[in-house]
T-cell receptor, first 110, second 111 residues
Framework: DAGITQSPRHKVTETGTPVTLRCHQT?????MYWYRQDPGHGLRLIHY???????DKGEVSDGYSVSRSKTEDFLLTLESATSSQTSVYFC?????????FGPGTRLTVT | QKEVEQNSGPLSVPEGAIASLNCTYS??????FFWYRQYSGKSPELIMF????GDKEDGRFTAQLNKASQYVSLLIRDSQPSDSATYLC???????????FGQGTRLTINP
């Protein structure tokens, strides 16, 4: 998985609670991304980062925030989890164009 | 809205044959194209990328790009049962940071 770890790998949480997912890379790549993958929708970009403290929104950013205080870490926060945010979340990294994906986090919001 | 379309399949191909996977994209500004393979329950794995019109070969895989027709394809020669997976097509702009993915084509190689 190209030196990418995600934590936790599985999480069950209740509606309305905040949740933070972590992505950690050892490749020193400039760009980091958060995607969600749902049946019928494929992979959709939530947010991405192009440097420390530099982030931008993706296609489905509502209800999510991100932070990147170090090159190696990119955090995704669900401010108040909803059942529609039940999904598999993938982190990806890139230095130029090719993106490499982490192992994923399966999040269930009950 | 930028879209990438793929036939969801399943596409069934006999072992040893050529598997042909197709993808169309709506944004004429797209400049970079990627094929990922995803096994069930696993993360997407990059197998090919192409930026220029024409063919690009890597081992048993050939990516083909036709920007005039907004069409990308992936050919897998000498298909093996281990090629059975979902194949995701993605398109990006000049910086390729904002990729748009298709829903994927499920490929089954029959021994």
């Amino acid at each position: 998985d190209a030196g990418i770890t995600q934590s936790p790998r599985h999480k069950v949480t209740e509606t309305g609670t905040p949740v933070t997912l972590r992505c950690h890379q050892t490749e020193n790549h400039r760009y980091m991304y958060w995607y969600r993958q749902d049946p019928g929708h494929g992979l959709r970009l939530i947010h991405y980062s192009y440097g420390v403290k530099d982030t931008d929104k993706g296609e489905v950013s509502d209800g999510y925030s991100v932070s990147r205080s170090k090159t190696e870490d990119f955090l995704l926060t669900l401010e108040s989890a909803t059942s529609s945010q039940t999904s598999v979340y993938f982190c990806a990294i890139s230095e130029m164009y090719e993106q490499y994906f982490g192992p994923g986090t399966r999040l269930t919001v009950t | 809205q930028k879209e990438v379309e793929q036939n969801s399949g399943p596409l069934s191909v006999p072992e040893g044959a050529i598997a042909s996977l197709n993808c169309t994209y709506s944004d004429r500004g797209s400049q970079s194209f990627f094929w990922y393979r995803q096994y069930s329950g696993k993360s997407p794995e990059l197998i090919m990328f192409i930026y220029s019109n024409g063919d690009k070969e890597d081992g048993r895989f050939t990516a083909q790009l036709n920007k005039a027709s907004q069409y990308v394809s992936l050919l897998i020669r000498d298909s093996q049962p281990s090629d059975s997976a979902t194949y995701l097509c993605a398109a990006g702009g000049q910086g390729a940071q904002k990729l748009v993915f298709g829903q994927g084509t499920r490929l089954t190689i029959n021994p």
